[in-house]
Nanobody, 123 residues
Framework: QLQLQESGGGLVQAGGSLRLSCAAS????????MGWFRQAPGKEREFVAA????????YSADSVKGRFTISKDGAKNTVWLQMNSLKPEDTAVYYC????????????????WGQGTQVTVSS
């Protein structure tokens, strides 16, 4: 069983930055592709960014492209989401997830999930 724990959320003003971390434990982390998703109140969980098992491929949602960057360090069992130029519409609970070795954008493709970290962007 793979356990995931997010950290780094908080309150930030529009235009600011946050770096989310997701620490993994329990199984071989390096073989998993990883993703970040977010869910705002009253909305469905949406894809943010994904990275392949070896970090060789990344993919981001259009809404965050050019502002958010996903990265992964297998030796540290950690994946990060660097978020710059934050907007109020980025406010949500952010979740990291682990799945197959490639890129996936659908929540159902990820069997392992963290509990989420709140990001609030004030205007």
């Amino acid at each position: 069983q793979l356990q995931l724990q997010e950290s780094g959320g908080g309150l930030v003003q529009a235009g600011g930055s946050l770096r989310l971390s997701c620490a993994a434990s329990g199984r071989t982390f390096s073989s998993y592709g990883m993703g970040w998703f977010r869910q705002a109140p009253g909305k469905e969980r949406e894809f943010v960014a994904a990275i392949s098992w070896n970090g060789g491929m990344t993919y981001s949602a259009d809404s965050v492209k050019g502002r958010f960057t996903i990265s992964k360090d297998g030796a540290k069992n950690t994946v990060w989401l660097q978020m710059n130029s934050l907007k109020p519409e980025d406010t949500a609970v952010y979740y990291c997830a682990a799945g197959g070795p490639g890129i996936a954008t659908i929540p159902g493709d990820y069997p392992y999930w963290g509990q989420g970290t709140q990001v609030t962007v004030s205007s």
